[in-house]
């Protein structure tokens, strides 16, 4: 069974810090791995989805990386800024499908001003 | 464009109750996904309908839950006699279908209750 572990599940920084989320994942087996923002009391927003054969992927500030056999990904966010402050989610495929995602319990991150 | 959307936002029922909760996926998305997110279990994915295949329903956690997707469009996930482990954000997600296409886009949720 595929479990996803997330770390640090909590994580305050001073704003302009750069910061690194990690996420692991016990099967290897995956299709792609997506990362989310998830603000109080709203849904998930998609921020990136790394295919299987990538090693990263990037979107402003932000660029996550894949390393399947380790089972290991990282979303690194630079210039940090208040308005980062969310929680952070980590899926994967699970169960030998491209569809059914398992996620992490997620990294609630405050970017201080 | 328009997101997925999900009604009510919020619901607070008795015990013992039934429930439906409504999601309008993205038009044209051919797959909808249920997941529930509760204090203390993250996130669960529930059921997931493609198109007019018969819906994975692995993730249901008992046969008091059920979906349904008409017209294969809009999806109404009901709760029969709702007990309080039911209390949770309940989340819907829609995905189009094509090669690559493997982001899901989600909707706001519905937060249910149970008193």
């Known amino acids: 069974k595929q479990e996803v572990t997330q770390i640090p599940a909590a994580l305050s920084v001073p704003e302009g810090e750069n910061l690194v989320l990690n996420c692991s994942f016990t099967d290897s087996a995956i299709y792609n791995l997506q990362w989310f923002r998830q603000d109080p009391g709203k849904g998930l927003t998609s921020l990136l989805l790394?295919?299987?054969?990538?090693r990263e992927q990037t979107s402003g500030r932000l660029n996550a990386s894949l390393d399947k056999s380790s089972g290991r990904s990282t979303l690194y966010i630079a210039a940090s800024q208040p308005g980062d402050s969310a929680t952070y989610l980590c899926a994967v495929p699970s169960g030998g499908s491209n569809y059914k995602l398992t996620f992490g319990k997620g990294t609630l991150l405050t970017v201080n001003p | 464009g328009a997101g997925v959307s999900q009604s009510p936002s919020n619901k607070v029922t008795e015990k013992g109750k039934d429930v439906e909760l409504r999601c309008d996926p993205i038009?044209?998305?051919?797959?909808l996904y249920w997941y529930r997110q509760s204090l203390g279990q993250g996130l669960e994915f529930l059921i997931y309908?493609?198109?007019?295949?018969?819906?994975?329903k692995s993730g249901l956690p008992s046969d008091r839950f059920s979906a349904e997707r008409t017209g294969g469009s809009v999806s109404t996930l009901t709760i029969q006699r709702t007990q309080q482990e039911d209390s949770a954000v309940y989340l819907c997600a829609s995905r189009p279908t094509g090669t690559g296409a493997y982001e899901q886009y989600f909707g706001p949720g519905t937060r249910l209750t149970v008193t």
């Open positions: 790394i295919q299987s054969s990538q």
């Open positions: 309908f493609q198109g007019n295949s018969a819906p994975d």
């Open positions: 038009s044209g998305h051919t797959a």
